[in-house]
């Protein structure tokens, strides 16, 4: 079956540095745009980044633009966050998508 792990969420102070990491099986991994998503606190859950199935091609939401850096390794069925100069407002739930399926996502908290 499907799935999709995430890893890498922790506690961070603002101006930190977190790497996420989605690890996929169950589907062909090399075939599919791959995304991630955040939900804050009583917020809905939002768009973050995305990437092509070759890479050629990244996409951020305006707020992540220049910290945040997606990437994936197709050999080895995985895609990352990495999220550079951490505001609190980062502070989310971080899920990892294919197109039909997410991640049970990993806790990111940003705070001195």
């Known amino acids: 079956q499907v799935q999709l792990v995430e890893s890498g969420g922790g506690l961070v102070q603002p101006g930190g540095s977190l790497r996420l990491s989605c690890a996929a099986s169950?589907?062909?991994?090399?075939?599919?745009?791959m995304s991630w998503y955040r939900q804050a606190p009583g917020k809905e859950r939002e768009f973050v980044a995305s990437i092509t199935q070759s890479s050629g091609r990244t996409n951020y939401t305006d707020s992540v633009k220049g910290r945040f850096t997606i990437s994936r390794n197709n050999a080895k069925d995985t895609v990352s966050l990495q999220m550079n100069g951490l505001k609190p407002e980062d502070t989310a739930v971080y899920y990892c998508k294919s197109p039909d399926y997410w991640g049970q996502g990993t806790q990111v908290t940003v705070s001195s």
């Open positions: 169950g589907f062909t991994f090399r075939f599919y745009v």
